[in-house]
């Protein structure tokens, strides 16, 4: 049975433009979700920067993306911007018929004030404030990007979160199925994404690393200064700086292998399917979302440890790249996270 296209409105965290230039992984997903509703009929509206790119209809809400506004010195906090978007979002709720946010769940109570079915992806691990107002606000939906992001809240409050994880389309990257070249490091310059310990890594197997990426705010810079930049030398370890998307896909697509040590639960880490979609395994940490995200002997290997990481380099640099891909497209295509939000709007419209 062909279903009715919905009004949908999209609300952005306004930190990054859509798509992103460089870092900006939400606003890739945006960027993803949005078009192909739009390619499948829906009419939809992007709460947003006017200096997002998109097929959807855009509802701006300040002139530039905050990341440019902060830089330049023309805003400081993030709260008055989110607020006005909430406040423009609720004045026109009835014109929706569901509301998707990818704002911080700090703003759901708002969205429990209008009668529109609202759904909020976390994208960031849930901590005590988020279960407080999803308490105290169960008739507003919650959805996750991963089922150990979502574990313990569910547990707390007696509640099954419905899990959409991250898409890709892999038809924008190269693969390359040749042996890589050098280890790669992508990602914030940060303590927990740690390229210090993907830097010893390489160091123990012999082999160059690059590294890409840069530090996000101050406590990051003099991360970066007092233990990354040190040792910097050029030749067996390079930093490259932050990539657009052309640059990242060349700079994955050579890369052997992808060091992934992180030291904190991330939620997915969409970096892991941006290099299977390039061909290229993935080493990583089995912390956060690891495990769900790479199929330990096909698409790479992880360790409970750091330091049981450079002895995965071996076998993970005779894995198969062409099965990596392959193996990624089947879980990680962008068109599936589509399918099973729209899944989630209609049985939102429709209880």
């Not at 960027?31 to 959807?56: E, I, Y």
């Not at 609720?90 to 998707?100: E, G, K, P, S």
Request: net charge negative; with cysteine; charged share 20%.
């Amino acid at each position: 049975m062909t279903r009715k296209s919905l009004r949908i409105a999209q609300v952005a965290p306004l930190w990054t433009r859509i798509p992103p230039m460089t870092y900006g992984g939400i606003e890739l997903l945006m960027q993803l979700l949005t078009d192909d509703l739009v390619a499948r009929g829906h009419d939809v509206t992007l709460f947003a920067s006017a200096d997002c790119v998109t097929t959807a209809k855009l509802h701006p809400v300040c002139d530039d993306n905050l990341t440019e506004l902060i830089t330049r010195g023309e805003a400081y906090m993030f709260e008055y911007y989110a607020s006005s978007t909430m406040g423009e979002v609720l004045r026109r709720a009835a014109d929706f018929d569901v509301i998707h946010y990818h704002l911080s769940s700090a703003w759901l109570p708002l969205a429990a004030t209008v009668a529109t079915p609202g759904l909020f992806t976390l994208h960031t691990s849930p901590h005590f404030d988020d279960e407080f107002v999803m308490r105290r606000w169960p008739q507003v939906a919650v959805c996750g990007i991963s089922r150990c992001q979502m574990y313990a809240a569910g547990m707390k409050l007696g509640r099954e979160f419905p899990i959409v994880y991250n898409g890709c389309d892999f038809d924008a990257y190269e693969p390359r199925y040749e042996p890589g070249e050098y280890l790669a490091f992508l990602g914030r310059l940060s303590r927990d994404k740690n390229p210090l310990d993907a830097i010893h890594i390489a160091r123990a197997v012999e082999m160059p690393i690059v590294l890409a990426g840069q530090p996000q705010n101050a406590s990051e810079q003099a991360y970066f200064r007092e233990h990354i930049e040190p040792l910097i030398d050029g030749d067996h370890v390079r930093w490259i700086g932050p990539v657009n998307h052309k640059q990242k896909s060349d700079f994955l697509g050579r890369a052997a292998a992808l060091l992934f040590p992180i030291q904190w639960d991330e939620p997915f880490g969409l970096v892991m399917i941006e290099a299977m979609a390039c061909g290229t395994p993935v080493i990583a940490r089995r912390r956060g979302s690891v495990e769900e995200v790479v199929e330990s002997g096909i698409t790479g290997f992880h360790s409970p440890a750091i330091d049981g990481m450079a002895e995965l380099v071996s076998p993970t640099l005779a894995l198969d790249r062409r099965a990596v891909r392959e193996h990624a497209v089947s879980r990680f295509g962008y068109r599936q996270m589509v399918d099973e939000y729209l899944a989630l709007y209609y049985s939102m419209i429709n209880p």
